[in-house]
């Protein structure tokens, strides 16, 4: 079974607008974290953002936030006021925890999301 | 600066060749991460180790071999084995847990052709 779904294959959003990407995940572990991943067509991977199961507050960094739901199991990410430099592939990430969190665990990804931006 | 550094950027490989992959990071993580993608896919986990002399598989491990001798230094030999190896290798490392915020931190990418 997928751990990570992204169903969007690619989004399309018009400039200053703003778009959220969805993610949902599935997993039993109680201890665990989300990651959101930028993937310019250079292949770099670029940390986005992060949210652990047990932060109550939705993570902001600048004009991304995570819409986290956890008893829908889902990590969206929302993007606002696009620019034209937010064109690229998206990823969504789980690493899941051991006991206590203490645990590396696997980190596993999604299928991704390819974002355009239009002028 | 700190980061991980993979060599080579572009690989051929001809058939019936095991090649290896080199990843190193000056970053004192003690997790590494081997991630294969194909083209317009996801990441998919090859190999991981959350300490030295300590590796498991990961979702596609048939045809590959790591080692993890040293904590700066996770290679990938790609095996005859498999099939099926022309992909973009990125490798990542990341920090415990319980320091924080634990993003994965990757490499610029190995991209491997068979010829």
């Known amino acids: 079974a997928q751990k990570i779904t992204q169903t969007q294959p690619g989004m399309f959003v018009q400039e200053k607008e703003a778009v959220t990407l969805d993610c949902t995940y599935d997993t039993s572990d109680q201890s665990y974290g989300l990651f959101w991943y930028k993937q310019p067509s250079s292949g770099e991977m670029i940390f986005l953002i992060y949210q652990g199961s047990y932060d109550e507050q939705n993570a902001t960094e600048g004009r991304y936030s995570l819409n986290f739901q956890k008893a829908r199991k889902s990590a969206n990410l929302v993007i606002s006021a696009s620019q034209l430099g937010d064109s690229a592939m998206y990823f969504c990430a789980m690493r899941e925890g051991g006991a206590g969190g203490t645990s590396y665990g696997k980190l596993t990804f999604g299928q991704g999301t390819i974002l355009t931006v239009h002028p | 600066d700190g980061g991980i550094t993979q060599s080579p950027k572009y690989l051929f490989r001809k058939e019936g060749q095991n090649v290896t992959l080199s990843c190193e990071q000056n970053l004192n993580h003690d997790a590494m991460y081997w991630y294969r993608q194909d083209p317009g896919q996801g990441l998919r986990l090859i190999y991981y180790s959350q300490i030295v002399n300590d590796f498991q598989k990961g979702d596609i491990a048939e045809g590959y071999s790591v080692s993890r001798e040293k904590k700066e230094s996770f290679p990938l030999t790609v095996t005859s084995a498999q099939k099926n190896p022309t992909a973009f290798y990125l490798c990542?490392?990341?920090?415990?847990?319980?320091?924080?915020?634990?993003?994965?931190?990757f490499g610029q990418g190995t991209r491997l052709t068979v010829v």
């Open positions: 990542a490392s990341s920090s415990p847990p319980r320091q924080g915020n634990t993003e994965a931190f």
